[in-house]
C-alpha cells in the first residue's frame, strides 16, 4: 500500500487492514477538503519563498481539476492508495513530477488531517444548523396554529393541569434554541485553524499561520502549536456534545409521539402510509417512524461517551487511536440530518385531536384552575385546595369556570410569560435568530 510515511519496508496485509479499518471509505467525505486546505497551504508556500510562482501556478490548477473530479463524482482512492492525503499527492507527483511532492513542505499528516476534519466539521455544523431551523420554524407554525386547542398535561405520568397544542409544539421550538446555542458553541471550537502545527511541535519553515487562517476563513489559528493537536478528539467531542443536544430534544419530541398517537390517548394522527400495520392484528397503526427516530437519537446521544472514551488515558500528541474517531462521529453526523429532516417531514402530515377534553378521563384536568378560581373570589388558598380535595374524593368535583370539553386556551385566562394564553413564539424566533447569528 502506497504511505506518506514509507521508509522502505512494508506491512503486511493482516496489519494494513487491521490499521486502516474503514479510514478509506470515510475520507473520501474529506476529498474536497483535503484539496481546499493544500491550496491554501502552496500560497502560502510561495508566499514564503518554499516554492516558485511557477510551481504554485503548476500544483494550483493540477489540484483544481482534482476538485472538479471531485465535484463531478469522479474521483475515489486506488486500491493500494492509504488515505486520501496519499491519494491527492500521488496525482500531484504523477502529473507534475518532482514538483507534486513539494506540496508537503511545512506541514505534517496530523495537521493536514485536522484541518480537513474542522472544514468538513464547520460545512457540517452549517447543514445541521439550517436543518434545526426549518423543524424550529415548522413547530412554531404549528404552536400558532394549533394554539387554541387544549391538551391534558402531565406529571409522574397522571393528568396534571391543562396544556395546549400550542405550548407543546412551542415547547420543542424554544428547546431547540438552547440546542443552537450549543451548536454555535461547537462551531467557534471548530473554526479555529491548525494548519502550521505540524506534528505538533511546529517547524523551522518561516510559515504563515495568519495568511492560510484568512484563506480558509477561519476566526483565528489554534496558536500553541500542541493545542492545536490536542484539539484532535476535542473537537469531535464538542461536536458530538452538540449533536446529543439535538438527538435528546427529538428523542422526548418522539417518545411524546408514540405515547400521543396510542388510542388510549388519540391526541394526534398521521396518515396511513406513514405508520405500519401488524402481521396478526389487522387493527394496528404502528408508530414505527418516531420508534426508529427514537432509538438513532439514542445511538446519537451515545456518541459523546464513545469518543470521551475513546480519548482518555493517552499523553498529549498523536496516536492512532484518532483515526477511529471517524467511525464514530461520521456516523452520528449522518444520523442527525436523517432525525432532523423526517421530524419536520413527519410534522407536516401531523392531524390533532380538538375534541380531546369531551372524554370524562380528564374531568380533573381543571382542579387546580378551580382552586385559583375560588382563591382569586376570596376564598383562602388552603381552604380552597381543601375544598377541591374532598369534593374529588367523594366524586362531585365539576369546575365552576366553564364546560371544559369546549373551552379555548383563551378562556382560562392564563397570561403571564410563556403560558397558555401568552406563548411567546415572536421572542423565542428573536432568541433562534441570535443564537443561530455565526458564520
Not at 404 to 433: E, Q
Request: charged share 25%.
Amino acid at each position: 500500500m502506497a504511505t506518506l510515511w514509507n521508509k522502505g519496508t512494508s506491512a503486511t496485509e493482516a496489519v494494513d487492514r487491521f490499521t486502516v479499518g474503514n479510514d478509506r471509505i470515510l475520507d473520501l467525505r474529506l476529498a474536497r477538503y483535503d484539496v481546499q486546505g493544500s491550496r491554501a497551504h502552496i500560497r502560502m508556500l510561495e508566499h514564503i519563498g518554499l516554492l516558485t510562482a511557477e510551481e504554485f501556478a503548476a500544483l494550483d490548477a493540477a489540484l483544481g481539476r482534482i476538485a472538479e473530479r471531485i465535484e463531478a463524482g469522479d474521483f475515489s482512492l486506488e486500491n493500494d492508495v492509504e488515505d486520501i492525503h496519499s491519494q491527492v499527492e500521488l496525482l500531484l507527483t504523477r502529473e507534475l513530477g518532482e514538483v507534486g511532492k513539494k506540496i508537503h513542505s511545512g506541514r505534517s499528516r496530523n495537521d493536514q488531517v485536522l484541518v480537513d476534519l474542522k472544514l468538513f466539521l464547520r460545512d457540517e455544523l452549517k447543514t445541521v444548523r439550517g436543518e434545526v431551523l426549518t423543524l424550529f420554524r415548522r413547530l412554531q407554525e404549528l404552536s400558532e396554529r394549533h394554539r387554541e386547542v387544549l391538551l391534558p398535561g402531565y406529571t409522574h405520568a397522571q393528568v396534571a393541569m391543562p396544556s395546549s397544542f400550542g405550548l407543546w409544539f412551542g415547547a420543542y421550538a424554544e428547546a431547540l434554541v438552547d440546542d443552537m446555542y450549543a451548536l454555535g458553541g461547537a462551531y467557534r471550537v471548530v473554526n479555529r485553524n491548525p494548519l502550521g502545527s505540524a506534528a505538533g511541535y511546529g517547524n523551522s519553515f518561516p510559515l504563515d499561520r495568519q495568511m492560510t487562517t484568512g484563506l480558509l476563513d477561519f476566526d483565528s489559528p489554534v496558536y500553541n502549536s500542541v493545542a492545536a493537536q490536542m484539539q484532535r478528539g476535542r473537537t469531535e467531542r464538542t461536536v458530538a456534545s452538540a449533536l446529543g443536544g439535538i438527538a435528546l430534544t427529538l428523542n422526548k419530541f418522539a417518545a411524546d409521539c408514540c405515547l400521543y398517537m396510542c388510542p388510549n390517548f388519540g391526541f394526534i394522527h398521521f396518515p396511513d402510509e406513514l405508520t405500519t400495520g401488524s402481521s396478526i392484528m389487522p387493527h394496528k397503526k404502528n408508530p414505527d417512524v418516531w420508534e426508529i427516530l427514537r432509538g438513532k437519537c439514542n445511538r446519537i446521544l451515545s456518541c459523546e461517551n464513545e469518543i470521551a472514551m475513546l480519548c482518555s488515558n493517552m499523553p498529549h500528541g498523536y496516536h492512532r487511536d484518532y483515526q477511529l474517531l471517524k467511525d464514530i462521529l461520521f456516523p452520528a453526523l449522518e444520523l442527525t440530518h436523517e432525525c432532523l429532516q423526517m421530524t419536520d417531514y413527519m410534522l407536516a402530515h401531523i392531524e390533532i385531536n380538538e375534541k380531546i377534553l369531551e372524554n370524562p378521563l380528564y374531568d380533573h384536568l381543571f382542579t387546580v384552575e378551580e382552586v385559583n378560581r375560588r382563591t382569586l373570589a376570596g376564598v383562602p388558598f388552603r381552604e380552597a385546595y381543601r375544598q377541591v380535595g374532598v369534593e374529588v374524593n367523594e366524586g362531585r368535583f365539576r369546575y365552576g369556570g366553564g364546560n371544559p370539553a369546549t373551552m379555548k386556551a383563551s378562556d382560562l385566562g392564563h397570561t403571564h410569560l410563556g403560558s397558555l394564553g401568552n406563548l411567546c413564539n415572536d421572542k423565542i424566533a428573536a432568541l433562534m435568530a441570535a443564537a443561530s447569528d455565526w458564520k
